[in-house]
């Protein structure tokens, strides 16, 4: 699968994605990568194939990865569904398996809320595309099903 059709090509899609980092890498205080600005990101799990999430957010990308953050964080103790990040409880189960958490992202401050969703939809298209099925954590997900 060359760059542009794989979905953790850097490239994927025509679009030049930030580098893999880790969550806490992502937005550590004071050092954080992860921009403040509207964007589309996308997780995965190094050594698995494909993507676990795609996202879009009009708020910050770094305010997103604390969403998820949170949501990992009270995953345990909640049911699907019921966290600050759609993917969040999906997110922890793969971590609970060893699984290590990587981020991507790409800043989009000039697209409005219907054309980031709309982006957000043509990258999950393409991702079906290319490996046959949703990432895993897409659509409240649940690892391992």
Same mark, same amino acid.
């Given at each position: 699968?060359?760059?542009?059709?794989?979905?953790?090509?850097?490239?994927?899609?025509?679009?030049?994605?930030?580098?893999?980092?880790?969550?806490?890498?992502?937005?550590?205080?004071?050092?954080?990568?992860?921009?403040?600005?509207?964007?589309?990101?996308?997780?995965?799990?190094?050594?698995?194939?494909?993507?676990?999430?795609?996202?879009?957010?009009?708020?910050?990308?770094?305010? @997103?990865?604390?969403? &998820?953050?949170? #949501?990992?964080? %009270? =995953?345990? *103790?909640?049911?699907?569904?019921?966290?600050?990040?759609?993917?969040?409880?999906?997110?922890?189960?793969?971590?609970?398996?060893?699984?290590?958490?990587?981020?991507?992202?790409?800043?989009?401050?000039?697209?409005?809320?219907?054309?980031?969703?709309? @982006?957000?939809?043509? &990258?999950?298209? #393409?991702?079906? %595309? =290319?490996? *046959?099925?949703?990432?895993?954590?897409?659509?409240?997900?649940?690892?391992?099903?």
């Amino acid at each position: 699968m060359d760059d542009a059709s794989d979905p953790q090509g850097r490239r994927w899609q025509g679009t030049e994605w930030s580098p893999w980092t880790t969550l806490d890498v992502a937005i550590k205080p004071y050092h954080a990568l992860a921009p403040q600005q509207p964007g589309l990101y996308r997780i995965r799990c190094p050594g698995l194939s494909g993507l676990i999430y795609v996202g879009e957010t009009g708020d910050t990308l770094r305010n @997103r990865f604390h969403h &998820l953050q949170r #949501a990992i964080a %009270k =995953a345990p *103790g909640k049911a699907k569904g019921e966290s600050p990040h759609v993917a969040g409880y999906c997110v922890w189960q793969h971590l609970q398996a060893g699984h290590t958490i990587e981020l991507s992202w790409v800043a989009t401050p000039d697209l409005d809320k219907r054309e980031r969703q709309g @982006r957000e939809c043509d &990258l999950i298209a #393409a991702h079906r %595309k =290319a490996l *046959g099925r949703s990432p895993t954590c897409q659509f409240a997900g649940t690892y391992g099903k």
